[in-house]
């Protein structure tokens, strides 16, 4: 089977600064797949180029099978590929489900006129997006009484469950997470890290995730993929990863009297 | 349970309200002469109140900020003025071109096609030049967008201005101060009624009325409904919303047409009731009058704007001109209340920023802007055509 997502060659300059330099990498499908890096390594860049919010400066990416590089994130977003961001970007006045909603946009075909006229056909699609939306919250774990309350009103773990919610409920083939565990404890980790594997498991995701929490990388992912630099160092199942120089070195630093 | 028929309650509540304005709005012209000025000031403040929602959809609910409106007020008046006036006499031979009009006009040469077909001919021009105007703003962000907009509806003021000098054969594009007059009176072809607002106001009022509740209801529909997500979603987080698949091009681009379509019904509307289309009737001051009347209301809250614009309009056309404006001479000074219309708007607009920025009926998203400090405008794609 042909990989979800292969990127070659892929670069993003700004001014005179290389965010990414020249990453080439595979995703297999229904797999977990980890992006780590110490800070600033180009990480967040990389998923941005990937989503269409940066142009690449060269290379390529193609999402299962379609060239994507380039496109623009409303349409990577249609092709199937969803994301988090780093820093929580719900739509903070809208509630919960409405933000669950927005997600499933690129999957609604409800224009001016038919927004307009309400016809049975829109009114059906509301009715379903709207229960969609439910079913999502749900699965990610809130309870219904939380699904009307106001984004910014919910807990920052909660928040990052919504946003989750609100990537697949646009049915997404890959799901790209950015510090999903960031600000959680170590009991909401290992949730979200159980979560992750049955989204595999049960739906037939592929995930690819930005993590600085090592226990949740090495637990949860297939392959680990490390940048530093913006360049790749390193690749290879957790182990291998764990054992490599360059990796120990970028993220400990070179001994002084080597 | 309580909680359920609280909300039945409220909700009720509100419907009943409603009906109750509307009631009134319908009876309120039996209760003067057919030709009193309350009339007339009724007349303008329906319109206002459809240009103020008009531009509610783009600067409400899309938030992007709009300052020049106008324009569509004038290629609403101005479509009613090429298409129902003898303004092109000739084109159509001798006999001129009819459609579904009175036989009063039925013999004058020209085009006079009926008031009620030009608004759907305004509507799909305005919305194509709404279109055109989103265009060259999509690459841009707040301010920015607003000196375009700005920009636009001086070109097309400017070219109402001096379209007596642009000249297609024998006929002028728009007779600039000369206007274009008469106009053709709606005429509703079935019942075969034509209007004549020189001896009864009440169809236009009655028209107006309807084409207000049109627009009501077109506000509440795109409100709540896939698009009007979409806006709220694009005005509050861009890199957001266009990463969870909203095209950010279309999507303003139809906040721009919507609310450049309503613009142009009311646009049509008033320049029927006007009976003449001037080029002086289209200033920059008009487009901040009617954003006035939006940010006075409440943006984005649809019964804010209504109650603003309404407010605006009837302080306007009515408290200053026909109320009050001899009182700055009965105090002994020697001038019109009037001449200082533009500073009583200034000093109200004032006031209501610093007693309740957030509008008299403020939305309850807006308002969470504004009190809580919510939404971003930190751009970290690149803008994209």
């Known amino acids: 089977m042909t990989p979800l997502l292969e990127v070659s060659g892929v670069s993003k300059v700004f001014g005179g600064l290389v965010a990414v330099d020249d990453v080439s990498f595979e995703i297999p499908r229904k797999s977990i797949v980890s992006l780590i890096g110490p800070n600033g390594a180009g990480k967040t860049t990389f998923f941005n180029t990937l989503t269409g919010l940066y142009k690449p400066s060269s290379g390529t990416i193609v999402f299962d099978g379609v060239d994507i590089t380039a496109m623009r994130p409303d349409r990577v977003l249609a092709s199937g590929m969803a994301r988090t961001f780093q820093n929580i970007r719900l739509f903070s006045t809208m509630s919960a489900r409405e933000n669950v909603m927005v997600g499933q946009h690129a999957r609604m075909s409800g224009g001016l006129f038919g927004s307009v006229l309400r016809t049975p056909k829109v009114r059906a699609e509301e009715r379903l997006v709207h229960e969609k939306a439910g079913e999502m919250l749900e699965l990610v774990g809130l309870s219904p009484s939380q699904f009307d309350q106001t984004a910014i009103n919910l807990a920052y773990g909660d928040q990052r469950r919504v946003e989750i919610a609100r990537a697949l409920a646009s049915d997404p083939l890959l799901l790209l997470l950015d510090e999903p565990t960031a600000g959680m404890n170590p009991e909401e980790s290992a949730r979200l890290t159980r979560f992750m594997t049955r989204l595999r498991d049960e739906r037939g995701l592929t995930i690819l995730l930005i993590e600085h929490d090592m226990k949740v990388v090495m637990n949860v992912s297939e392959r680990i993929t490390v940048l530093d630099h913006g360049e790749k160092i390193a690749e290879g199942d957790p182990a291998t990863v764990r054992g490599d120089d360059r990796v120990i070195e970028a993220y400990l630093g070179k001994a002084a009297h080597d | ?385």
């Open chain 2, 1 to 385: 349970m309580s909680a359920v028929l609280d909300t039945l309650k409220t909700k009720l509540g509100q419907r009943g309200l409603v009906a109750l304005a509307l009631g009134l709005a319908i009876v309120f012209p039996l209760f003067f002469d057919q030709l009193a000025t309350q009339m007339d000031v009724a007349i303008f403040v329906l319109a206002y109140v459809m240009m103020a929602l008009g531009l509610n959809i783009v600067v409400g609910f899309a938030g992007l900020l709009d300052l020049g409106y106008v324009a569509f007020y004038a290629i609403g008046a101005y479509t009613v003025g090429w298409l129902a006036s003898d303004h092109f006499t000739g084109v159509g031979g001798e006999s001129g071109i009819h459609v579904l009009v009175s036989d009063f006009v039925g013999n004058a040469s020209g085009i006079h096609i009926n008031f009620f077909v030009v608004i759907f001919a305004a509507v799909l021009i305005a919305a194509a030049l709404g279109a055109l105007i989103g265009l060259p703003t999509l690459r841009l962000r707040g301010d920015y967008i607003a000196i375009v907009t700005l920009a636009f509806g001086e070109i097309i003021g400017r070219i109402a201005l001096n379209g007596d000098e642009i000249t297609f054969g024998e006929y002028q594009l728009t007779n600039g101060q000369q206007a274009i007059s008469p106009v053709d009176q709606p005429y509703i072809p079935f019942a075969n009624f034509e209007f004549d607002s020189a001896f009864n106001l009440r169809p236009y009022y009655w028209t107006g009325l309807l084409l207000l509740c049109f627009t009501l209801f077109v506000n509440f529909r795109l409100r709540d409904s896939r698009l009007g997500r979409a806006w709220i979603a694009l005005r509050e987080d861009e890199v957001a919303a266009a990463s969870m698949g909203v095209p950010l091009v279309r999507t303003k681009l139809l906040a721009y047409a919507a609310g450049a379509s309503l613009g142009g019904i009311a646009g049509s509307f008033l320049g029927s009731y006007n009976n003449a289309i001037n080029s002086n009737q289209f200033l920059f001051s008009f487009s901040i009058f009617v954003l006035a009347m939006v940010i006075l209301g409440g943006m984005g809250s649809i019964w804010g704007v209504t109650a603003g614009a309404f407010a605006l309009a009837v302080i306007d056309r009515y408290l200053i001109p026909e109320v009050f404006d001899d009182l700055p001479s009965k105090v002994g000074l020697d001038f019109q209340l009037t001449q200082l219309s533009f500073g009583i708007f200034g000093f109200l607009l004032v006031l209501i920023m610093v007693l309740r920025p957030e509008g008299l009926f403020p939305e309850r998203r807006r308002k969470m802007e504004l009190t809580e400090g919510v939404g971003t405008d930190e751009s970290v794609f690149e803008a994209r055509g």
